[in-house]
């Protein structure tokens, strides 16, 4: 594990907690995701904040223009004290180890369900009972279509793999074939 994501790891653990105390563990996973998502998508403001000449003062204070009635105090105050440390670098880990430390408390997992054509919402939510009595938890089913699978679907949950395409079938009957043939 990457230094960056331990450090992000404790900011996670310390931000759940208050949030858990808070009874709003989904809201702020929603919104700090919200921020990942704006720092990405905007590179001039990631680089502003990462910017060592740039005052911590100014950094906030773009900060709170930047997400200001978009995210909780609790969010904020969370986003400012890794400013204030110099720790704007590991705010993009911060969604993932906060995702992973609510889900194992709250017995969830998210899965990302790869399929060579659009699913319905309801072939989705199929899916997504299957893999819960598999994993015995809450799967919280993403959806990315992927046409090189073919058909059938692939879903990693954490670390996990599931492969069910087409794709892979077929890649798999090649190496057995090719060991077969040696």
Do not use: C, W
């Not at 900011?11 to 949030?19: I, K, S, V």
């Not at 995702?99 to 319905?120: D, N, W």
């Amino acid at each position: 594990m990457s230094r960056d994501a331990v450090v992000a790891k404790r900011y996670a653990q310390a931000l759940f907690e208050l949030a858990a105390a808070g009874k709003v563990v989904n809201e702020v996973e929603h919104e700090i995701k919200l921020v990942v998502t704006a720092l990405s998508d905007n590179e001039q403001l990631n680089k502003f904040l990462n910017l060592p000449g740039v005052e911590v003062e100014n950094k906030v204070e773009l900060l709170k223009e930047s997400f200001g009635s978009s995210v909780s105090e609790l969010v904020y105050n969370t986003l400012r004290l890794m400013i204030e440390r110099g720790r704007q670098n590991v705010i993009a880990n911060l969604y993932e180890s906060y995702a992973k430390i609510a889900g194992e408390v709250l017995g969830q997992a998210k899965a990302v369900v790869y399929t060579a054509t659009l699913l319905s919402e309801s072939e989705l939510a199929g899916v997504a009972a299957q893999f819960e009595q598999v994993t015995g938890k809450k799967i919280v089913a993403e959806q990315v279509v992927d046409p090189a699978l073919l058909g059938g679907v692939r879903v990693r949950i954490g670390d996990r793999l599931y492969d069910g395409s087409l794709s892979g079938k077929l890649e798999r009957l090649q190496k057995t074939l090719n060991s077969k043939a040696l």
